[in-house]
């Protein structure tokens, strides 16, 4: 059964500050996604990461995944208040052919001024 | 090009009554997948359907819930006599293709909540 882990479940930054959520993963992936969800609303898609080595950058995120070491990890750059939210990471279940997501529980990212 | 959509938005229902939730694909999405959230959990899979088919509901309960996609109209997630642990937010999302390499885009879900 594939499973989805994220650390940390809950981080508190301060603006300015950089810090990293990581993903781990139990069995073969190959495509991972990191989607983004304000309270209450619906998840944002923000990287889709397809293949060993991949890295994708948009403001102060960037993403990367590591397949050998099924480990991706979201980097924060300079955190602003704006990105207080929860991050999810998901891969696409070890079935495969369908593409049902299996998702971590999340990190939920709180940065104060 | 309109996003997927999902009605409503917000359901109250009291234990025993059954919730219909509906979700409209985005134009040119024949395949459709339903999550649920449990409060401070992510998204776990229930069903995947395409046209008149259910593909996958390996996620589902066994009892009370059920799904369809039919060839017109959205497709729906009905859940029987609710009981409060049904209570939460019900997300389907969209691809334009099978197969695990096709994106899926997510509606803005319903949230459940059964008295």
């Known amino acids: 059964e594939l499973k989805v882990e994220q650390n940390p479940l809950f981080l508190s930054m301060q603006e300015g500050k950089n810090y990293t959520i990581y993903c781990n993963y139990s069995t073969t992936s190959d495509r991972l996604y990191w989607y983004r969800q304000d309270p209450g609303k619906s998840l944002e898609s923000l990287f889709v990461l397809l293949s060993n080595g991949a890295v994708k950058q948009e403001g102060r995120l960037m993403a990367s995944l590591d397949t050998k070491a099924r480990l991706s990890t979201l980097h924060i750059t300079a955190a602003v208040h704006d990105l207080s939210a929860t991050y999810f990471c998901?891969?696409?279940?070890?079935?495969?052919?369908?593409?049902?997501?299996?998702f971590g529980k999340g990190t939920k990212l709180s940065v104060k001024p | 090009n309109a996003g997927v959509m999902q009605n409503p938005r917000h359901l109250v229902r009291r234990r025993g009554q059954e919730a219909r939730l509906r979700c409209s694909p985005m134009?040119?999405?024949?395949?459709v997948y339903w999550y649920r959230q449990l409060p401070e959990e992510g998204l776990k899979f229930m069903v995947y359907?395409?046209?008149?088919?259910?593909?996958?509901e390996s996620g589902m309960p066994k009892e009370r819930f059920s799904a369809e996609f039919p060839k017109e109209g959205p497709s729906i997630l009905r859940i029987q006599q609710v009981v409060r642990g049904d209570s939460a937010a019900y997300f389907c999302?969209?691809?334009?293709?099978?197969?695990?390499?096709?994106?899926?885009?997510f509606g803005p879900g319903t949230r459940l909540t059964v008295l």
């Open positions: 999302a969209s691809s334009p293709r099978q197969g695990a390499y096709n994106e899926q885009f």
């Open positions: 359907l395409q046209k008149e088919n259910i593909i996958d």
């Open positions: 998901a891969v696409i279940s070890a079935g495969g052919s369908q593409g049902n997501l299996i």
């Open positions: 134009k040119g999405h024949s395949h």
